[in-house]
């Protein structure tokens, strides 16, 4: 469980994030969606710790049984608790994809990074889990994007962790390979018991494959719930500037949004 | 666990050891090569004519190589280290201006009358560290925009530095009177001390800058991917950073207090390295350090031959080979990241 209370991000002057609280439960995904500059990847890199915070608090009941603040692990102890998927850009080309995903095992390992055995089991059914074991000779820069956002799943798994964040995996990935990627991710959230945030534009690729919704607009959280709850014409068309039509799934028991044209929205 | 790079990196300086030794103004029959290496190592004495070779060996050409060897390993290991540290294909001592800020710290402690005693020697090695440290934090942060360093600008902080730091150098070496024949021959990479005395005196840095970045490969490999990466990896990124930025220091203000600025060891070396045996830093820095070594011994014998008896500063051996293969790298960087 990821527990996220009153998170405010400031960068200089500007607010980016105002009292964020959310949770995610163990065995769920839940879909952070936003339009643009929402502050949706601030989030994901303020809960991993990289960017300091204004205030509020970071909880998981992983490390030790009862609520622990990340925040005031060392990285090793937090990057064991938690792993994160980053936007699809810049991974060292010439590494291999085994040494990639390797790498992953770093909170477990000493300074030196040596691996044993059951390490290298375990970077082997990461690959194994995400379909690209059969990529391990291949060096990072010769794969196609939709290969190199599994090797990143692939390394996040290898960190062992119950919880997982991911930065707009599928926004590079054609059609097969958003749906295929959204398919390992819920499947790994409710085989493997994992905490798992996405923050994605598809919002109907998060209807389909996440359980709940969490809808950032301006730094704040303006609407969660299961995605009929916050896939409504009046929320979407307000958080995006734009009017659109939800219908139901012809095949799924969800939410089909279809845009309109980008014409004034009047508020109600 | 690949064997067959570490074979043939040690056998390349293996090779460069033995001519080091083997070659010079006075010619000496290897038979009796062997014979004064292995009495050397047993503390044995010589007659006439053995005594003479015996002579030339111990005190001027082991010397001269081992001082050869510790400086090349510097230059190839922390150049392979600041290559990874800064994620640039194009970044070495040299070109960052470490070694021109260690270079002016050197002829600094120089122009100070040091009694020539053991201390006075280790008051030179400690000035260069001293100056390639203010160097890096100067060109760091002087690069530095926000939480990134771009590429360009640390390469423009650099060489604007060095060229300061380079004028400066030259204007104490002319204000100074005595010791500038010293100088200006250490500062072309001359290493015309003899004796074991700087061998000795540059052992313990190098021991511990080296050994230092002989640990941080694993460190190294994780900061390939950038900082937040890293971090969320579960690397201490600024204590990493800042442990293999100062080992890296050390051994280049290390090398430069003894030899002089050599440039582009520290620039060929890692690269051809990447491109035989692959990007794993765990890998690419113990062979760069050995390659550095064997590349550096190589370009003095050539240093000493070609123009003998006329020594040719080394630094301009390594230029004459550098430059073209600097070039070649530059185009490479532009056209594909695959470094």
Redesign the interface.
Known sequence: MLRIENLSVSFGMRRVLTDVSLEVNSGEVLALIGPNGAGKSTLV?AI???IPLEKGRIHSDYVSGSSVNLLSL???Q???S???V?QAA???????VW?TVL??R??W?N???QVSASDEAIARLALQKVDALDLSARRV?ELSGGEQQRVLLA?ALA?STPILLLDEPTSNLDLHYQVSFMETVSALARRDNLAVLVAMHDLNLAARYTSRVALLVDGKIKAMGTPLQVLTPELISIAYHLPVQVIPHPFADVPLVIPGNTAPVKTP | MMIRPYLYTLLFLFLTVVFSIAIGSVFIPPADLGRILIGWLNKAAFSEPLKTFSFIITDIRLPRTALVLLTGAALGGSGAAYQGLFRNPLADPYLIGVASGAGLGAVLAMSIKWPYSFWGLMAVPAAAFIGALLTVVLVYSLARIGKTIPTTNLILAGVAFGSFATALTTYLMLRSTGELHRAITWLNGGSSQAGWGPVLTVLPYLAIGLGLLLLSGHALNLLQFGDEQAQQMGLPVTRARTLILLAASLATAAAVSFSGIIGFIGLIVPHVMRLWFGADYRRLLPLSLISGAGALLLADIIARTVMAPQELPVGIVTALVGVPFFLWVLRRAKNQGYW
């Open positions: 890199r991993s710790g990289v060392s990285s090793v937090r990057a064991r938690l792993a994160v980053p810049s991974m060292p080309p010439a590494f291999t040494e790498m992953g770093t909170p390992l300074f030196l990074g820069g390394r960190q």
